[in-house]
């Protein structure tokens, strides 16, 4: 039968593997309001056709140990999850991130990044438009003003030319995405196939957008919020953390699948890693989140909210505690800083990800505001083989400590050989900053992060990835 369900997946158009795979869906999502166990069975037997010849048949057998358990911590996890989540969306994720994603797309970018010799991505984050209703402590794009936009044929392109290469996962920003909901609206009903999550500061999320939301099923959150009404408000302004309160709830009433996105400094650190902050978010629904440490980007950044070196190691040991098995809260953060050694090092210029602008600009990250290549002008696959991205194609891993990455934060001399080799320019769209200003405001974190993260990395049992994109000598 698994080799039939192979050869039947290798054969026939995308079209009708996608057909076959919401038929599968179908089925294991009736099984999983019946017999869980079972159905769990089921999605790790079709992900092991698919990936026949790509992973040993022993790490599956240890999925399959794992979901035998009801009282596994993480099957447990999921199954929160299912009971929360509306049907149709709990379908469409399934598709989208399950199959689409993880299953066809994962295999489509891995041909393409031999075919084509550069980075392929997994996901494409852009920014709608610069306009936001909130002016955030230390945030550059608070000060862009509604000055530039993508339009909606500009957000088509990206995400058009990005199934082409297999990338089906898209991240908005901003700005606030939510601005423009009539054209992200547009867009999830054109893409029915993608998945699209939206960083968001909450404030313009009502009955009507989550009633969207569900029947398109291809719309998800990532709230960002930092810690109590007092440390929250200090830095997004008054009234910020009663509005999150409330989109959390209204996503919860009607079964959206949501995060949140979180800026950890040195005011707020604290605040944002307490166990009664990680109960009251898994309490509200939201069930997993990206911690993002600060980054002095921008002429208006304050370099005094970027973590101390002990706030920086304790960030480290907390967000793996509360993902450890000791740990009974049901949320899964994630640290884009620390968490390096399970996506081998910088994931930016495309290896994983890139950033495309409100004014078109392709950036290899969403804190690195420097480009060589524009959409308008550029198609995807000439973007990521542009100087700049290909100059971070050849560079990957920037550091082979994987706590310290970042060609910025953690190695400020190799972001400037870049630009300047490169012919890079600034694309910060409040004010040009030099790649030397910037990098400057690092050269000191990073002197001093160095014996520290060296410490902990040569003291760690190390995660071992079975698969790096790295550039081949």
């Known amino acids: 039968m698994a080799n039939k369900v192979t050869e039947v997946f290798e054969k026939a158009s995308h079209k009708a593997q996608r057909a076959a795979a919401s038929a599968i869906v179908d089925r294991v999502l009736s099984k999983l309001y019946k017999d869980r166990t079972q159905a769990y069975l089921d999605i790790i037997d079709l992900a092991e056709t698919f990936w026949k010849g790509d992973y040993p048949h022993e790490a599956f057998e240890k999925v399959r140990e794992v979901v035998k358990d009801p009282d596994n911590r993480w099957v447990r996890y999921i199954n929160s999850i299912i009971d929360e989540t509306d049907k149709n969306v709990a379908k469409m ?19 393409n990044r031999e075919i084509y010799k550069c980075n392929i991505p997994w996901l494409i984050l852009f920014d709608p438009t610069t306009a936001c209703n909130m002016h955030c402590k230390g945030c550059w794009s608070g000060t862009y003003g509604n000055k530039y936009n993508l339009s909606f044929e500009d ?165 793996r505690y509360i993902r450890s098995k000791e740990s009974d809260i049901q949320f899964y953060p994630m640290d884009f800083q620390n968490d390096g050694e399970y996506v081998g090092g910088c994931i930016a210029g495309g290896r994983n990800y890139f950033h495309i602008n409100s004014n078109g600009d392709a950036e290899p990250c969403v804190f690195i505001h420097y480009s060589n290549a524009n959409i308008h002008d550029s198609s995807i696959l000439e973007i990521l083989q542009s100087p700049l991205f290909m100059a971070y194609h050849k560079g990957q891993p920037f550091n082979h400590n994987h706590l310290r990455p970042c060609p910025m934060l953690e190695n400020p001399e190799l972001l400037q050989k870049m630009v300047h080799e490169t012919g890079a320019h600034s694309t910060n769209l409040e004010s040009p900053e030099s790649v030397e200003h910037l990098c400057a405001k690092c050269k000191e974190y990073a002197a001093n992060w160095q014996p520290n993260a060296d410490r902990i990395w040569n003291a760690q049992e190390k995660h071992v990835k079975t698969y790096n994109n790295y550039a081949k000598d």
């Open 93 to 111: 994720t399934l598709l989208n991130m399950g199959f689409e994603a993880f299953l066809r797309g994962t295999k489509t970018i891995r041909k």
């Open 155 to 319: 957000m088509d392109k990206i995400i058009t030319q990005g199934k082409e290469l297999g990338v089906y996962l898209y991240l908005l920003t901003g700005g606030e995405p939510t601005v423009r909901k009539k054209d992200i609206i547009r867009l999830a009903e054109k893409h029915r196939d993608v998945e699209i999550a939206m960083f968001t500061n909450s404030t313009l999320i009502d009955d009507a957008f989550c009633q969207e939301c569900v029947r398109l099923g291809n719309l998800t959150f990532l709230l960002s919020i930092e810690g109590t009404p007092d440390t929250n408000d200090a830095r997004r302004g008054e009234g910020h953390y009663a509005a999150v309160m409330r989109a959390m709830d209204l996503l919860k009433k009607y079964g959206i699948i949501f995060g949140t996105s979180i800026c950890y400094t040195s005011q707020n650190i604290d605040a944002v890693t307490s166990d009664e902050f990680f109960r009251m978010i898994s309490e509200k629904g939201a069930r997993y989140g990206f911690y993002f440490h600060y980054m002095p980007v921008g002429n208006n950044a304050v370099p005094a909210l970027m973590p101390t070196m002990e706030q920086r190691e304790y960030m480290i040991k907390r967000i």
